[in-house]
């Protein structure tokens, strides 16, 4: 229960964050050009609002519907949906009043202020904490594969060696090189031999699905740690810190071995050697249903993996900021790009609230949450530009075409447009909201 109110006072915070500065783009290029702006709010407010001043032309607020914000520019037609405003004469301040050019400013300032923001987390993330990652080489057990990996074609053990004949650096890309390039195999030794997984477009399907396929391979060298109430390890006298060792007479090589014989022992006795302040002893537990033991394991050597990691000035951290903010950008292009894809259902991966707050770390870690925030901020950016009445980007569509036509959209085919995008984007959100109920009812989520 901590963990899913921290993730959520996470997302709320961050979100909060990119629609104030989404908005702060259109607000100052609205005020540049000398357009009104009659609201600047945080989250909708509709029959009332929390918090709201007044300053010069301006109503400040805070809604109480936490889904987004907006800036209510004068002789707009926008989500208001102000059609009386709209009968009457263009004046001066008006939005429609201005030249095409300095309207299309105003309309992509959001998301100009959404890229601009993620480089700037992206240059203080590393210049503060540095970049840390796992190569792929250090891997040097092989990863525990899960039925989803096994499905695809892998194997616990197999050590990963290269995506299409590419050495893939950092191991925790591999998978999303793998989805992102459309990768037609995965090399893996396996049993001192190199083979080719093949990876088709089923297979890109599950890992899409999936939360993940492997995890690293850790050797079987584990105290007990921190143990669950009422649970077979507590109940048979087991204490933090005892050193585990045989099981049944039987000695494991890695972790994923033993909790394979403690799931085939489910609900029956087994005999455990353990080692107490250098005293050998042993003890008689009754495997939960589950099978279970009910306790955390405590690594020996936490260091088993050695991690690789760069250290950047405030001088380097500037182009490698900017750089991550590239292909961070890219990535998310051909993620986006297999929505269109039949074979992939990418559709059905499509997540609300619940998936966006899920990727924030269950405890707070600054760094984690920098770097959760800037992700965000620029899927923000490429979702607003989506050229769909209501967003950011349809109102650009429409003044891309004024500008190369020379000829303005009527103002009832705007308004029209305007609700047919809004009821899209409802459509849209009800649809990804709805995927996270049946993934939480499927227990996939």
């Known amino acids: 229960m901590e963990s899913i109110l921290i993730k959520t006072t996470q997302l709320l915070l961050s979100l909060s964050i990119l629609v104030v500065l989404h908005e702060a783009g259109h607000f100052m290029f609205a005020r540049l050009f000398k357009t009104r702006v009659e609201k600047f709010y945080l989250f909708f407010d509709p029959w009332f609002s929390l918090f709201k001043v007044k300053k010069g032309d301006t109503e400040y607020g805070i809604g109480w519907v936490p889904l987004g914000g907006y800036v209510k520019i004068s002789g707009m037609i926008d989500e208001s949906m102000d059609k009386e405003a709209m009968k009457q004469p263009p004046k001066p301040w008006e939005f429609r009043s201005k030249p095409a050019w300095q309207r299309l400013l105003i309309m992509v300032g959001g998301v100009l202020m959404n890229f601009l923001f993620a480089m700037v987390i992206y240059i203080g993330v590393l210049y503060a904490w540095g970049e840390q990652y796992l190569p792929t080489d250090n891997v040097k057990y092989g990863v525990v594969v899960n039925e989803t990996g096994e499905k695809i074609g892998f194997k616990t053990g197999d050590k990963i060696l290269t995506v299409d004949n590419q050495h893939i650096e950092n191991f925790d890309k591999i998978i999303p090189t793998v989805v992102l390039d459309g990768a037609k195999t995965v090399q893996v030794e396996r049993d001192g031999q190199k083979i080719d997984v093949p990876i088709t477009g089923e297979d890109l399907a599950l890992l899409l699905k999936s939360k993940g396929i492997w995890e690293e391979r850790i050797p079987y060298d584990i105290?007990?740690?921190?143990?669950?109430?009422?649970?077979?390890?507590?109940?048979?006298?087991?204490?933090?810190?005892?050193?585990?060792?045989?099981?049944?007479?039987?000695?494991?090589?890695?972790?994923?071995?033993?909790?394979?014989?403690?799931?085939?022992?489910?609900?029956?006795?087994?005999?455990?050697?353990?080692?107490?302040?250098?005293?050998?002893m042993t003890k008689t537990v009754t495997v939960n249903e589950e099978g279970k033991l009910g306790f955390n394991p405590a690594f020996n050597n936490p260091n088993v993996f050695e991690f690789k990691t760069i250290k950047y000035g405030f001088l380097e951290s500037i182009p490698a900021g900017i750089n991550r903010g590239i292909q961070t950008t890219e990535n998310y292009l051909k993620q986006f790009k297999l929505f269109f894809k039949k074979e992939t259902k990418a559709y059905e991966s499509l997540g609300g609230f619940a998936t966006i707050g899920s990727i924030f770390a269950p405890t707070w870690d600054w760094a984690h949450f920098w770097t959760m925030t800037a992700f965000i901020s620029i899927i923000l950016a490429i979702m607003n530009l989506l050229p769909i009445p209501a967003l950011d980007g349809g109102h650009v569509m429409f003044l891309m075409g004024e500008i190369i036509t020379g000829r303005k959209p009527g103002e009832k085919f705007l308004e029209y447009a305007q609700i047919a995008g809004m009821i899209l984007l409802l459509g849209l959100v009800l649809y990804a909201n709805a995927n996270d109920i049946i993934k939480m009812i499927n227990g996939t989520f």
């Open 223 to 280: 105290n007990i740690g921190k143990m669950a109430k009422d649970f077979p390890a507590q109940k048979a006298g087991l204490q933090v810190g005892d050193v585990l060792g045989n099981i049944d007479g039987k000695s494991f090589r890695f972790y994923d071995q033993f909790t394979n014989y403690l799931e085939s022992k489910a609900g029956s006795q087994i005999e455990i050697n353990i080692t107490r302040n250098g005293q050998p």
